[in-house]
Nanobody, 119 residues
Framework: QVQLVESGGGLVQPGGSLRLSCVAS???????????MGWYRQAPGKQRELVAL???????KYAESVKDRFIISGDSAKNTVYLQMNSLKPEDTAVYYC??????????WGQGTQVTVSS
């Protein structure tokens, strides 16, 4: 039983940076107790894709297209996960979703936040 609230999306120029935040609340034992916690994105006309993921509170996985530019992190005291996005490109434009999965394989999604990279 987890609720996720996202923030931080917006319009940014190519080469700029944004930091997305996802605050988790509800009946659970903390963000790093979840099986997975991470970020996905979906651009118009394209499939939703994994951007970055924390598994079992330890292992981190990035999409190849972002691994040298984006950083996923979490703050257990604040029940918050972050996605720091640097050197943004127009192809990063998408709706970004926060997602968690608990030990019972229940999935929880944020509402999505629009990131637009354009000059």
């Amino acid at each position: 039983q987890v609720q996720l609230v996202e923030s931080g999306g917006g319009l940014v120029q190519p080469g700029g940076s944004l930091r997305l935040s996802c605050v988790a609340s509800g009946r659970f034992l903390g963000i790093f107790s979840l099986d997975t916690m991470g970020w996905y994105r979906q651009a118009p006309g394209k499939q939703r894709e994994l951007v970055a993921l924390i598994s079992s509170g330890i292992s981190i996985k990035y999409a190849e297209s972002v691994k040298d530019r984006f950083i996923i992190s979490g703050d257990s005291a604040k029940n918050t996960v972050y996605l720091q996005m640097n050197s943004l490109k127009p192809e990063d434009t998408a709706v970004y979703y926060c997602k968690g999965r608990d030990r019972r394989n229940n999935d929880y999604w944020g509402q999505g936040t629009q990131v637009t990279v354009s000059s």
